[in-house]
């Protein structure tokens, strides 16, 4: 089986590159004939689905009903790329920060651009903020996005603790926060590997969404206060979840 999990992981990885060159050409062209995020969504998801599929993943998604009907930003434990595919393609109408080095890969980088992806400079906080600064007006058309406050990918018995930067981003907005917790992204494929998914024929993420945190409560001098709130909720989840 290890063998045949291999075979298929390989087969996986060799075309990932060729969905994002058969895909994303649709994703930049649909988006400036139609400009309907719906349509945007819809590509967005089905590419990050094809991906699982190929690679044996499937993802169950836990507390859909937390998820706010208004504009709101969702923080996940990032522990692997495959975060990426098991929120987006489940998840589709959310809107992700991305490192700058991506926004470097043709195709690829046009289509985050087109559908409204952020480019976070992890190195120059001044850039970030007025990333930030700017896709706050978006907040207000409903808009949701989600960030990684652990600000990079990190994978242990506890979370790594969390920057300042989202909730300073959603604190601004006076937008609620959506705590994530991703299990099972690591196994599917760990940070350093570039294999998808070589261990086993099938695998399962768990996506569990916490309820929301109001961050319109909070004053400026109390940012440190929700910090520790949101990271007691989701290494809660993450400590359980991995013990069993």
Same mark, same amino acid.
């Given at each position: 089986m290890k063998i045949? !999990?291999?075979f298929r992981s390989i087969? !996986?990885?060799l075309l990932f590159p060729f969905t994002v060159i058969a895909i994303g050409p649709f994703v930049i062209l649909?988006? %400036?004939i139609f400009g309907n995020k719906k349509i945007d969504d819809a590509l967005i998801g089905f590419w990050c689905r094809l991906c699982c599929w190929l690679s044996g993943v499937k993802?169950?998604?836990?507390g859909r009903q937390n998820i706010p009907d208004e504009g709101c930003l969702f923080l996940f434990n990032h522990s692997s790329f495959f975060d990426i595919f098991a929120l987006a393609g489940s998840l589709p109408h959310l809107r992700f920060g991305a490192k700058a080095e991506l926004f470097k890969i043709p195709i690829f980088s046009q289509a985050m651009r087109v559908v409204g992806t952020m480019p976070i400079a992890r190195n120059n906080r001044d850039e970030v903020y007025k990333? %930030? !600064?700017e896709a706050k007006k978006r907040f207000a058309n409903k808009e949701q996005f989600a960030l990684s406050p652990e600000g990079g990918r990190f994978h242990g018995a506890k979370l790594s603790s969390f920057k300042a930067g989202p909730?300073?981003?959603?604190?601004?907005?006076?937008?609620?926060v959506v705590p994530t917790v991703i299990v099972g992204a690591y196994e599917a494929l760990p940070k350093g590997s570039f294999l998808f998914n070589k261990?086993?024929?099938? &695998?399962?993420? %768990?996506i569990h969404i916490l309820e929301p945190? &109001?961050?319109d409560i909070y004053s400026e001098d109390r940012r440190k206060e929700l910090q520790a709130v949101v990271y007691e909720r989701m290494n809660h989840v993450w400590v359980t979840e991995n013990k069993n």
């Open positions: 045949i !999990a291999l087969l !996986a990885t649909f988006h %400036y993802v169950v998604v836990h990333i %930030y !600064a909730f300073v981003f959603a604190m601004s907005a006076g937008v609620p261990d086993q024929l099938s &695998r399962t993420i %768990y945190i &109001r961050t």
